[in-house]
């Protein structure tokens, strides 16, 4: 069995716990590899290692840094088929999913790259004589990010390609279900050139070594993406060292289907924003929000189509829904199926696990009908193939329903009235909403992130996440030669106005 190092101060390393875990196949449940369970001293060498890293990185023109990038895009390319396919044995999602989420990395890795001729500030004229202003952008130093299993290569991509364009130096911690995808990643970028220490990778426990990086007084900012339980942990953390902290959380994401919808676009769209990863990405789509009006000839046509979707490994070309990533998820769907049940929605389809002569994590695709918008099943994050469809007799009722969640990602709405589609990008509270689009798909040139218990008001990719990772510094700069005060001097002489001097 293949043992994987971390990698610390451009060394691959082993951990000083000397243990290891297990890496599995959630479609066979055979062992992929074996990788370092790191311990708390791992993260004091990465950081550490991490500083030095900076020293170089963080000096090095942005521009130059951009080449990394840029070679590191085109390496990710020449390994997309080869990233995949492991991707896919290693967190279960279908061959061609896995294939989008490398290119999602190549898209950022590009994406990134290109802002290293564009990382510009602002220049502003002064209110004294003789005076310029403006703001520059500098790195924050030493970054933790840590990241959850369902994008294995491109939620890594998203947070270390922008930081490190910034100019910082990185401590990643992967989620312990997909290693080995952040490895073979973070391999690409040492090969496209970075300078020893300026991206360090640690491998274990959330509990231990992701709360070690969150904790350590070494590491400025954490951005995180993964549970809401976790990320309200992490934010409290920060805090208490006034540790800069980005969250990217869950979803509840509603899709509104108009009685006026084009239904063959909608049923279309329902089905891969519900099922498409196995029902496992932050943006998929829980709750099927239904105008009466449709409401029988929809149900009927999307159980059909959802009876027809083939469950299994991920490889096999036929597949078109995957599995759960692990045992724990697996059991809290079924769960989920009971409560749902007991709450007195009624079961449409699925509700149970699939391919049960098969060893792995399958669940068959489930709809709920008949749920009222207060039931569990319509309000907490299952993260698994499970829709629930919740009927409504208007509009306003439509939108009401869709914003009674604790989260804020992502939303849709079929409809073929402008007004109806206009009112929605307004009313509804979330980061994304799509209009006769399913609630995932997001491009990696638009910002990414959501609003409530979703995140905390940054965003990754786009424009914005090079803010994510940067400070603003203003700067004055007074060619006049002489002391002048702002707010007390004024550039009229005859105007002498009392004032304070901040
Ligand atoms: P998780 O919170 O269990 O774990 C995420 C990461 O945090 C993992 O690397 C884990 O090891 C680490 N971790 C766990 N406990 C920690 C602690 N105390 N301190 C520091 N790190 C810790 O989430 P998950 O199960 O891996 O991912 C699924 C969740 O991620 C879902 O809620 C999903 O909606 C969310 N998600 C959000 C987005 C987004 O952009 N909004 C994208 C993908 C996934």
């Given at each position: 069995m293949q043992e994987y190092r971390m990698l610390i101060g451009g060394e691959w390393v082993n951990s000083t716990t000397t243990e290891t875990f297990a890496d599995i196949n959630p479609a066979t449940l055979e062992t992929l590899a074996l990788l370092q369970l790191a311990g708390y001293k791992d993260v004091d060498r990465a950081v550490e290692a991490a500083w030095k890293g900076f020293k170089v990185w963080s000096e090095t023109p942005p521009p130059k840094r951009a080449e990394v990038l840029f070679k590191a895009a085109r390496l990710l390319e020449e390994r997309k088929e080869d990233l995949a396919v492991l991707m896919t044995k290693e967190m279960g999602k279908i061959l061609p999913e896995a294939r989008g989420d490398v290119q999602e990395a190549i898209d950022i890795a590009y994406y990134a790259a290109g802002e290293g001729r564009r990382m510009f500030g602002e220049t502003s004229s002064s209110e004294l004589r003789d005076k310029f202003c403006m703001t520059v952008l500098r790195p924050l130093g030493v970054v933790g990010l840590i990241t959850p299993w369902n994008f294995p290569v491109a939620i890594p991509a998203w947070k270390v390609l922008p930081a490190l364009m910034a100019g910082n130096a990185v401590v990643l911690k992967p989620a312990s279900d997909t290693p080995l995808s952040a490895i073979k990643f973070v391999e690409t970028l040492l090969e496209a050139g970075l300078p020893p220490g300026t991206i360090n990778l640690v491998t274990g426990a959330g509990s231990t070594v992701g709360a070690a990086l969150v904790k350590h007084p070494g590491v400025r900012a954490i951005s995180f993406t993964g549970s809401l339980e976790t990320g309200k942990w992490i934010m409290g953390e920060c805090a208490k060292s006034m540790k800069r902290v980005s969250l990217e959380l869950g979803g509840k994401n509603p899709v509104i289907v108009m009685d006026d919808a084009d239904l063959e676009l909608a049923l279309e769209g329902v089905l891969w924003g519900a099922f498409g990863t196995t029902g496992q990405r932050c943006t998929a789509t829980s709750r099927l929000i239904l105008h009466e009006g449709v409401r029988e000839e929809f149900s009927s046509r999307l159980l059909e189509k959802t009876e027809k979707l083939k469950v299994g490994d991920g490889l096999l070309p036929e597949t078109e829904?995957?599995?759960?990533?692990?045992?724990?998820?697996?059991?809290?769907?079924?769960?989920?199926?009971?409560?749902?049940?007991?709450?007195?929605?009624?079961?449409?389809?699925?509700?149970?696990?699939?391919?049960?002569?098969?060893?792995?994590?399958?669940?068959?695709?489930?709809?709920?009908?008949?749920?009222?918008?207060?039931?569990?099943?319509?309000?907490?994050?299952?993260?698994?193939?499970?829709?629930?469809?919740?009927?409504?007799?208007?509009?306003?009722?439509?939108?009401?329903?869709?914003?009674?969640?604790?989260?804020?990602?992502?939303?849709?709405?079929?409809?073929?009235?402008?007004?109806k589609a206009f009112r929605a990008v307004e009313k509804l509270e979330c980061g994304i909403t799509y209009i006769n689009a399913p609630t995932i798909g997001a491009e990696v040139h638009l910002p990414f992130g959501g609003v409530k218990g979703t995140g905390n008001g940054f965003r990754e990719a786009g424009p914005e996440a090079i803010r994510e990772f940067t400070e603003v510094k203003a700067v004055y700069i007074d060619y006049s030669g002489k002391l002048q005060k702002a707010q007390i001097d004024t550039s009229a002489p005859a105007v002498q106005e009392r004032g304070t001097e901040q």
């Open positions: 829904v995957g599995p759960v990533i692990n045992r724990a998820q697996l059991e809290k769907i079924e769960s989920y199926v009971r409560i749902g049940q007991e709450e007195g929605a009624k079961l449409l389809s699925g509700g149970k696990r699939a391919n049960s002569e098969l060893p792995g994590y399958f669940f068959e695709p489930t709809i709920f009908t008949d749920v009222k918008p207060e039931m569990r099943i319509a309000r907490e994050e299952i993260f698994g193939p499970v829709l629930s469809i919740i009927t409504v007799s208007g509009f306003e009722e439509a939108l009401e329903v869709a914003n009674n969640t604790a989260y804020g990602l992502s939303s849709a709405i079929y409809t073929k009235d402008i007004s």
